[in-house]
């Protein structure tokens, strides 16, 4: 059975850091192109970033530019987001998305969430 678990949101004060995680199983990260969203309270879900087999990494969001990274450990067949920096703006449900072709909203793959509040 195809699943991504995302883990490592939690509430954290402005400026402070976490790292998310998305595991995969029933099929493998290394060929996929592997993207976080991310939806506030009361928005519609944006993407943050994503990236590609060869560790490309593409940007959607100005905004978290310099503060999120994202990296993959194929071994572990999991993805990380980095977020360093946090802002209330940050508060969101984040989702990770995985696909062989294209990184975007029709992603084949995705996760259930994990919630990330930026507060003090």
């Known amino acids: 059975q195809v699943q991504l678990v995302e883990s490592g949101g939690g509430l954290v004060q402005p400026g402070g850091s976490l790292r998310l995680s998305c595991a995969a199983s029933?099929?493998?990260?290394?060929?996929?192109?592997i993207g976080w969203f991310r939806q506030a309270p009361g928005k519609e879900r944006e993407g943050v970033l994503c990236i590609s087999s060869l560790g490309g990494i593409t940007y959607f969001e100005d905004s978290v530019k310099g503060r999120f990274t994202i990296s993959r450990d194929n071994a572990k067949n999991t993805v990380y987001l980095q977020m360093n920096s946090l802002k209330p703006a940050d508060t969101a449900v984040y989702y990770c998305?995985?696909?062989?072709?294209?990184?975007?909203?029709?992603?084949?793959?995705w996760g259930k969430g994990t919630l990330v509040t930026v507060s003090t």
């Open positions: 998305a995985a696909d062989d072709q294209v990184c975007g909203l029709g992603m084949d793959y």
């Open positions: 029933g099929f493998t990260l290394d060929y996929y192109i």
